[in-house]
């Protein structure tokens, strides 16, 4: 069984005028789920949004030092008339506090069954720009689990990092991580990943393509891609344990900043 997963269109920090994102068709596979984000306003009831600094039993600043709070309010994440995604990162000039936003899927479970093929998928667009410092954008997928399970639950629960961007770059990472913490299969905290290079100020697809076609689990394998262009793939084998090389997951989105310098907004 082939499934395409996730395909979302998101823009950062202000809104574009791009036409709406449409889902491609790929040969073999079937949509199982897709946001594009047509009624402008506030996102749909398919999302829920990621409130304060942690989860109820999560840690604080949600494990990763990130000093904003986020929110809900439409300044931080809003859908444009022009059917667009924005996450807006903001400083209040007259208490220095930031927020921004975070969302994830609703629907949890997503997993590529044995014999098959998956694709989660976002076309996204990275501002151009200075005052970026502590930015950081990002895409990824993560064991449902997680949420339940607070401190003890990364990062065996999993984790696939389909984009990460930093600090107005043109680098964006790639990752897996998994097992234990420190070190384990994914040398957490790092875990395994890889890095190429994009144009900001436009869109690009991410990708990242889960195959399971071999039946074999060291040759199962995660290829991260931007724009059908892959640049990092990790199996089985590289990870070496197959506890860890498939997973159920949710989705998440957000833009968290990591000690931005105070004129940075």
């Not at 950062?12 to 040969?27: D, E, G």
């Not at 008339?81 to 936003?101: F, Y």
């Not at 724009?227 to 968290?256: F, P």
């Amino acid at each position: 069984m082939r499934s395409l997963t996730i395909a979302v269109a998101l823009s950062y920090f202000f809104p574009l005028i791009f036409a709406a994102y449409k889902i491609p068709q790929r040969s073999g596979f079937t949509l199982t789920w897709s946001d594009t984000f047509s009624q402008p306003g506030s996102i749909s009831s398919e999302w829920q949004y990621d409130i304060g600094t942690s989860y109820p039993s999560g840690p604080s600043n949600w494990g990763t030092g990130e000093v904003q709070r986020y929110t809900a309010d439409a300044r931080n994440i809003y859908v444009s008339l022009n059917k667009q995604l924005n996450i807006v990162p903001l400083r209040n000039p007259r208490t220095g506090e930031w927020t921004s936003a975070r969302i994830e899927t609703v629907r949890d479970g997503f997993k590529c069954q044995a014999g098959g093929e998956m694709i989660i998928e976002s076309r996204i667009l990275l501002p151009r720009g200075d005052k970026q410092e502590g930015v950081w954008a990002a895409f990824w997928a993560m064991g449902r689990k997680f949420r339940r399970n607070g401190n003890d639950g990364w990062p065996k629960t999993g984790e696939w990092d389909i984009m990460e961007a930093a600090n107005g770059g043109n680098t964006i990472l790639g990752t897996v991580h998994c097992g234990v913490f420190p070190g384990g299969p994914c040398n957490e905290p790092n875990g395994i990943g890889g890095t190429t290079s994009i144009v900001r100020g436009i869109f690009n697809t991410y990708s990242l393509r889960i195959d399971r076609t071999y039946g074999d689990w060291q040759k199962e394998s995660l290829t991260w891609s931007v724009n059908g262009i892959e640049y990092h793939k990790v199996s089985g084998y590289d990870i070496g344990d197959n506890k860890y090389t498939m997973l159920a997951v949710k989705v998440w989105l957000r833009d968290w900043l990591a000690v931005p310098t105070t004129d940075d907004q």
